[in-house]
């Protein structure tokens, strides 16, 4: 049972890729496309739409797949758990391409069994997935065994993309009575997943905002209007959906989790799994940074930290290190923070540490506005343009990343609205056209280095905007974003998270596991 493909052509107002018409032959290969205005999404979007826990290594190829199973599952609860007899999924795109480096197999697996990815042991995930495997039997939403071997019920459909978005799958499933399910899920980037149908993919799509925000000067309106900050303004917004002591509780167990994440990995060395065997290198600057000294736990490592000065180079290695950390984690199946992706979940972490450690910034007031301003920025690149490196390369990732930060570090730091938004337009102006072309498929080579690199280029672009005067800017944060789209619809398909281009055509290095 396969879903039927049309030769025709397929329009979609309502997703990041509305403005993308693309005509789709018999066995939905992609044989051309064409450019439409773009629309603005106007969903509700949540700071913890942004801010998401969860696993590595990939939001979109990872943490997406694994929550539309668990949708699925859903849907099975409410047709009968009980009664289904099997379950196929098929994966399209650039799921089928990069999936086996990026985990989609086993994000699927753990989500058809009802595993939530915000809590479930990191450390259990290998071994139920080759107790799953050996066996070929799982159970379906913790509560029905049935028949399931990954080598043949997970299908992997490298020349088949469907027309809605390059990140799409697909569950199949057979009932006892005879009667069959389909359903198709698109992972949009970021961890957001809309079935198909559906728009949006955020938290509360048809919520109505005190504040809706859909592009950059329509977010400085409001501040104007009301005399607030950024982080000010989305507070007001979040009220909408809980108290302000349940969104502060919230922002900081977000941190907390971005926070442990960079300790942890400052002190794991060895080499990433995959087979492209790259080694740890955060736990090896941690120890050259901090020299002979000991501590035992994150507030004495930070005083520590702090007692080495604030020279430039030593601040730099720290960002990197920082960046390096949660990177390293995520190419390991560990835990970290969509933020708001994945591949990109080392810059914003990394910046905010700075600031904590560099600036004064160890407060729990500046951590909640630091993040709040971070995700409103995140939202108006999600609505205006895409946080997928499948459709928009990993400047949709590591550029919409480094902007979030820039922006909130220039609140963070005493930065006006104005300065926020240029620091945010700076930090994207120049990652444009940047590509995303993981080697073997992997969120490791060149991804790592890239957080280093983005939160370098945010903290510079925050200082850029701090001592610039906006209103001499010929460049907006709305002219940036519409540029970002607009160089993704261009940007050849090779260079959206294929590993068909770039370094991952260019460095042949004879991996044993992708």
Known sequence: MRPT?????????????????????????????????????????????????????SSSHTLGPWRAALRFIDTLQQRGIGKVQHVRVLLYGSLAKT????????????GLCGEDPVTYDVNEITPRINQITAE????????????????????????????????????????????EIAETYYSIGGGFVVKEGEEGGGSGQFVQLPYPIERAEYLLEACKKTGLSISGVVMENEKTWRSEPETREGVLRIWHTMRDCIYRGCHIGGILP??????????TLNKKLLGNNTYQTWDEWLQLIRSGGQSFRYTID??????????????????????????????????????????????????????????????????????????????????????????????????????????????????LGLTCDPIGGLVQVPCIERNTMGA???????????????????????????????TALDMNHKYKETAEGGLAVQVPLGLSEC
Not at 274 to 283: I, Q, T
Not at 373 to 392: C, H, P, Q, W, Y
Request: charged share 15%; glycine share 8%; proline share 3%.
């Open 274 to 283: 995959g087979g492209l065997n790259v080694v740890r290198r955060a736990s």
């Open 136 to 179: 070929k039997h799982l159970l379906l939403g913790k509560a029905a065994t049935i028949p399931f071997d990954p080598a043949t019920d997970i299908t992997f459909l490298f020349t088949e993309t469907l027309p809605y978005h390059p990140n799409a799958l697909t569950f199949l499933c057979s009932m006892t009575d005879g009667s």
């Open 456 to 486: 370098i280029k945010a903290i510079m672009a925050s200082q850029l905007a701090l001592q610039s005067n906006p209103g001499e800017a010929r460049v907006s944060l709305d002219n940036v974003v519409n540029t970002m789209y607009e």
């Open 99 to 110: 999936g086996k480096g990026h985990g989609t197999d086993v994000a699927v697996i753990l």
């Open 318 to 431: 720290w960002v990197s290190c920082f960046a390096l950390a949660v990177n390293e984690e995520n190419a390991s199946f560990s835990r970290v923070v969509t933020a708001p992706t994945n591949g990109a979940s080392g810059v914003i972490p990394a910046v905010l540490q700075y600031f904590i450690a560099f600036c004064d910034g160890y407060d729990d007031d500046k951590i909640v506005r630091f993040l709040l301003t971070a995700s409103e920025i995140g939202s108006i690149f999600k609505k205006g343009a895409t946080l997928s490196a499948a459709m928009g390369g990993c400047q949709a990732e590591i550029g919409v990343s480094s902007s979030m930060a820039a922006a909130a570090l220039t609140e963070a730091l005493g930065g006006s609205v104005e300065q926020c938004l240029q620091a945010g337009e700076i930090a994207m102006e120049h990652h």
């Open 5 to 57: 493909l049309f030769l025709k052509k397929h329009h979609h107002s309502h997703d990041v890729c509305s403005p993308v018409s693309l005509y789709i032959c018999a066995h939905g290969r992609v044989v051309g496309r064409y450019k439409q205005r773009q629309v603005v999404n106007k969903e509700s979007i949540s700071v913890f739409d942004i801010f998401k826990i969860g696993v590595g290594p």
